[in-house]
C-alpha cells in the first residue's frame, strides 16, 4: 500500500514533468513580489538605452514561455505594459534582417552574430588602426 510520502512523491514528480509545478512558483514569485512592491513610490525613470534591453529580454522571455517571468520584469523595471514592434526594434538598434531567423527573438540573432568567430579588418576604414 502507498504512504502518503509516496503519493506526494509522485505528484510532485508529475507536477514538475508537465511545467505546473514550476509556473505556480513562478506565479507564488510574482504574486508576492507584486505585494511587497511599493505601489506608492513610482518605478524610478527608465533610460532609453535600458527600454531597449528590457524589450530584447521580454521579446525572449516571451518566445521562450516564461510569461511571470516577463510580468515580474515589467513591474519591477517600470517598463512600459505595451510590446515595441519587432520592426521598430530592428530599425533602431540597426539589426540586419536574417530571413531564417525571422521567428526567433532578435536577441538570438545577436548572440549568433558576436559569437562568431571575429576577425579584426586591417583596412585603413577601421579606427583601431589609425596612427597617432
Do not use: C, W
Not at 503519493?7 to 514528480?13: A, P, S, W
Amino acid at each position: 500500500m502507498a504512504t502518503a510520502r509516496d503519493l506526494k512523491d509522485v505528484l510532485k514528480e508529475s507536477l514538475a514533468k508537465s511545467g505546473v509545478l514550476s509556473e505556480v512558483r513562478s506565479r507564488i514569485r510574482a504574486e508576492v513580489f507584486n505585494i511587497l512592491q511599493d505601489e506608492v513610490e513610482p518605478p524610478p525613470p527608465i533610460s532609453n538605452e535600458n527600454i531597449f534591453i528590457n524589450e530584447l529580454i521580454r521579446e525572449y522571455l516571451i518566445y521562450n514561455g516564461y510569461l511571470f517571468t516577463e510580468s515580474v520584469l515589467l513591474s519591477e523595471s517600470g517598463h512600459p505594459q505595451f510590446q515595441f514592434e519587432r520592426d521598430f526594434l530592428k530599425q533602431q538598434l540597426k539589426v540586419k534582417p536574417v530571413e531564417e531567423a525571422d521567428n526567433l527573438p532578435l536577441l538570438y540573432s545577436l548572440v549568433s552574430y558576436f559569437s562568431k568567430e571575429y576577425k579584426p579588418s586591417t583596412s585603413k576604414d577601421n579606427p583601431t588602426d589609425e596612427k597617432t
